[in-house]
């Protein structure tokens, strides 16, 4: 150990004793999948053969990639986990059904080499992986990721879209059962709202994903929303409209909750959440998108270290005084 | 002339400016969107640099050294000012491409580093092989760059087609981001073919392992704990 006389390199720890609750990465794996299998169900429903070929394309460019970059990298191979699984699939929630398959292949290779494996493999990313493989063929190609323009056999609307150009007055007959039961034009999962809901309170019943995250992204995203429609009710929709749009819930209980890009206090969990959900009708109502929620989570990924610098103070000392020296300095 | 073989050689490859010094990253990331904006802005800053450093070199002796960064400044600006008047001259569209970049030369940090290490301390015919060696190093670097932008953003090289009937651009490479991305990307490729170098190097028995970046621990720190 000739590092710990090096005082710069501050390692947060925790002290023993310890305790192992049998808790594994694949357990977490499979739990996510058991959650995503509504939403899996009620998009073969909504969209027949086609949302079946490219969930299945993603999740096979997605595990092909991370076996080649792990391969290359001289690491231990790591499909059997399930977390490229996860990320893939997440990826093909947010395409529409109308994906070519080369694009849903190219997503899924940026979001498992550049998302994940550039930064070291699954634990390292500091943005959710699935969401900068979404990124960046979504800024590459529009057309085709525009289930509006790509999606002709359909007498489905965007909604999102719909407010963006016709204005809140446009949406406000859209009911929310139908937005619950995934009649809405949109990503090929992610509008599955009802069947994403369900799995995402499993997830959270089963203690894999926070509930302060989940909660507090829906919490925002409510807040936000009724803030602005009292605003001007003709210009800005209601919460409910923007909580069952979009990727909101896919946003709130899958991408914002990756462990690796979350902070994981309480506090800082809650505000983690609520700028997320902020964000995504900020960036809905007065930003260029439609759809503001996965570059809200993106944003809120990279500030996630920032939101974990909320901490209380080690037993001892005292709180940190402005102006005071570091509090490692006089304990 | 051994030496200034070594001068002018030491800006192609051991301290390539943008890729191994990290400097002058601002034309490196707006610019090269394309193969013949990197090229373009390269020569620029080719002319520039080799004629600052000439400059500086000369008047080396009779700069104060308390105005020096002052009078650096001066000579580059007057020299970017004759790059721009030229290009808007010879090469309009090309300046209408680069833009603000051509005047932020100036302020470029290759030629004021160069400037302050290597031109304020050396003879004129060191100077300008200096010059040379980092220009040509920038060029080559910058139009590296917006090649591979070009071809994946755009799918031209040179803005004619190579890509294959039906090729949908990559449009993020062209953007903003793309630029990050390419430049990462490039240095952690070059990076990884310097370690597998010196690997290489060690295990051939010569124990002098010489390390490009001489006083960081981090590497040793890495190897002790593992």
């Avoid at chain 1, 059962?177 to 990503?187: E, F, M």
């Avoid at chain 1, 007065?286 to 989570?297: H, I, L, Q, R």
């Avoid at chain 1, 209380?312 to 006089?330: E, I, L, M, Y």
């Avoid at chain 2, 071809?151 to 651009?169: K, N, R, S």
Wanted: glycine letters at 10%; one cysteine or more; hydrophobic letters at 50%.
């Amino acid at each position: 150990m000739s590092t710990s006389s090096n005082n710069d390199i501050l390692l947060a720890i925790s002290t023993p004793p310890f305790w192992h609750c049998g808790r594994t990465i694949r357990k977490n794996s499979l739990h996510t999948l058991i959650a995503l299998t509504p939403a899996v169900i009620m998009s073969l429903l909504q969209w027949g053969m086609p949302a079946a070929r490219v969930m299945a394309l993603a999740v096979l460019a997605a595990m092909a990639t991370e076996a080649v970059c792990q391969t290359l990298m001289k690491q231990k191979l790591s499909q059997d986990n399930g977390t490229a699984a996860i990320t893939g699939l997440l990826l093909a929630f947010l395409l529409p059904a109308s994906a070519p398959w080369w694009l849903v292949v190219i997503g899924a290779a940026c979001a498992m080499g550049i998302g994940r494996m550039a930064f070291g493999g699954y634990g390292a990313n500091q943005v959710n992986a699935t969401l900068v493989g979404w990124a960046m063929i979504f800024v590459s190609f529009p057309f085709l990721m525009d289930p509006t323009a790509s999606q002709l056999q359909t007498t489905l609307a965007d909604p999102l879209l719909k407010l963006k150009y016709f204005g809140a007055e446009a949406v406000a007959d859209i009911s929310v059962i139908d937005l619950l039961l995934g009649n809405q034009l949109g990503g090929l999962g992610s509008s599955q709202v009802g069947a994403l809901l369900l799995g995402g309170i499993y997830l959270v019943l089963r203690g894999v994903v926070r509930w302060e995250i989940a909660l507090s992204f829906l919490g925002g995203t409510f807040l936000a929303a009724t803030c602005l429609h009292f605003v001007d009710g003709s210009l800005y929709a209601g919460p409910f409209f923007h909580m069952g749009t979009g990727s909101t819930v896919l946003a709130a209980f899958f991408l914002a909750t990756e462990d690796s890009c979350s902070p994981h206090r309480r506090l800082p969990m809650l505000l983690y959440g609520l700028t997320g959900g902020i964000l995504v009708v900020l960036i809905r109502a007065f930003g260029s998108y439609t759809d503001g929620a996965p570059f809200a989570v993106m944003l809120i990924n990279l500030l996630a270290p920032m939101f974990a610098l909320i901490r209380s103070h080690p037993f001892g000392t005292g709180p940190r005084k402005a102006g005071s020296a570091d509090w490692r300095t006089r304990a | 002339m051994n030496q200034f073989i070594q001068e002018l050689t030491k800006g192609l490859w051991k301290e390539l400016p943008p890729f191994r010094l990290l400097l002058g990253l601002c034309p490196v990331l707006a610019v090269t969107k394309s193969a013949s904006n990197g090229i373009g802005m390269g020569m620029a800053v080719l002319f520039v640099l080799t004629l600052s450093n000439m400059l500086i070199s000369l008047v080396r002796n009779i700069i104060p050294s308390k105005v020096r960064i002052a009078c650096f400044i001066t000579i580059s600006a007057t020299l970017v000012v004759a790059v721009e008047l030229l290009m808007q001259a010879y090469a309009y569209p090309l300046y209408l491409q680069l833009g603000i970049f051509v005047p932020l030369i100036v302020v470029n940090c290759i030629i004021l580093g160069r400037a302050e290490a290597f031109a304020a301390k050396n003879p004129v015919h060191l100077a300008i092989a200096d010059g040379l060696g980092m220009g040509l190093g920038f060029t080559m670097s910058l139009t590296f760059l917006g090649s591979i932008r070009e071809i994946l953003g755009a799918g031209t090289w040179f803005g004619y087609p190579v890509m294959w009937d039906g090729f949908q651009p990559f449009t993020i490479m062209v953007e903003a981001p793309g630029a990050f991305l390419c430049l990462g990307l490039t240095l952690a490729a070059m990076n990884y073919g310097t370690r597998r170098q010196l690997m290489k190097r060690n295990r051939e028995g010569s124990e002098a392992s010489a390390s490009p970046c001489g006083g960081c621990r981090a590497c040793s720190i890495g190897k002790s704990q593992d």
